[in-house]
């Protein structure tokens, strides 16, 4: 299994420069590179860090500042703070250091969506947004994949997506969804076909999501590496879905670049020309014996260097 996993990325890597060159479906749609001018912009999912960003939070900010960061992508909220810091206060730090804070991750406290605790999910939302508004985020984003064994559940999980859609639209915030490799799997009416398979039966839950929630209430947040782990190519998903997906996780196995697997020149050339403007960095556990910030900034040194960012 973890062969085949292996040799799928290798060819996954290449897949859209392949399609590119010999003008597969959709080639059309990427615009030419641009030039690049100016300071380069990207940001910062702060779970890349975990403990290691509180420890000296003030300071840390500082580095990431200097490291090339521009805004930072929260996790950790809960009961008005952020990986316990009172949430204003991290503000605050966030912008002495010259850091913006534009959007956040936060998972209501139920895995299973039903009409018995749909009204509970809702208010989760509304206390959500009231707090956010006061960090003046652009994004509240659900990183975490309710239960989706079926067709059925999966158009209820977008029924309560629309809803939270509604709740942060009134707040002034867009709500949108981010992506593991499970979404890339497929279900079937009354029943489970879990699979990340191209060829076994059923649809695809992504594709569900999208087709599912109202364009207007919800928004998508692509994760590029665990969409290639889901056995798709994620410059595909940004040309179906140009409209719909509105921010990327660039991320790769450890720091960017260094396994070889992601082509991340043909994915920022159809970012750009899809007029996406918010790309955060997440970068997953690092090799024994190496920090987490140390991986942050090797990831912002790659983006730094690459031709292909603006």
Not at 214 to 221: I, R, S
Not at 252 to 271: P, W, Y
Request: with cysteine.
């Amino acid at each position: 299994m973890m062969n085949n996993r292996r040799e799928f990325l290798k060819n996954a890597s290449l897949l859209t420069i392949g399609s590119w060159l010999i003008g597969g479906t959709g080639s059309s749609l990427l615009a030419a590179p641009q030039k690049i001018t100016g300071k380069k912009s990207f940001g910062l999912q702060i779970y890349s860090l975990g403990g290691e960003l509180t420890k000296d939070l003030a300071n840390n900010m500082q580095k990431l500042k200097k490291m090339g960061y521009s805004y930072l992508e929260l996790a950790g909220y809960g009961d008005g703070k952020v990986y316990g810091v009172e949430m204003m206060e991290f503000k605050k730090i966030t912008e002495d250091a010259g850091l913006k804070i534009t959007s956040s991750h936060v998972n209501p406290p139920v895995w299973k969506y039903e009409p018995g605790n749909i009204e509970s999910i809702k208010d989760f939302w509304k206390k959500t947004a009231d707090d956010h508004v006061k960090l003046g985020v652009k994004y509240m984003i659900q990183p975490g994949q309710p239960s989706t064994n079926s067709t059925e559940e999966v158009k209820y999980v977008c029924n309560v997506f629309n809803e939270a859609g509604k709740i942060a639209n009134n707040a002034g915030i867009k709500f949108g969804y981010h992506n593991h490799d499970r979404e890339f799997a497929k279900v079937v009416p009354g029943g489970k076909a879990y699979n990340i398979d191209r060829h076994s039966k059923g649809s695809i839950i992504y594709d569900l999501f999208v087709k599912n929630t109202d364009p207007n209430l919800v928004m998508f947040e692509l994760d590029v590496y665990w969409c290639v782990m889901g056995g798709q190519d994620p410059v595909e998903y940004m040309q179906k879905y140009a409209d719909r997906i509105q921010a990327l996780h660039i991320k790769d196995r450890q720091v960017l670049g260094k396994s070889g697997m992601m082509n991340f020149e043909t994915i920022f050339d159809q970012a750009y020309a899809n007029k996406i403007e918010d790309f955060y960095v997440e970068l997953e556990g690092m090799p024994r014996g190496h920090t987490q910030f140390e991986g942050v900034e090797g990831c912002a040194e790659y983006l730094k260097k690459a031709k292909f960012v603006k």
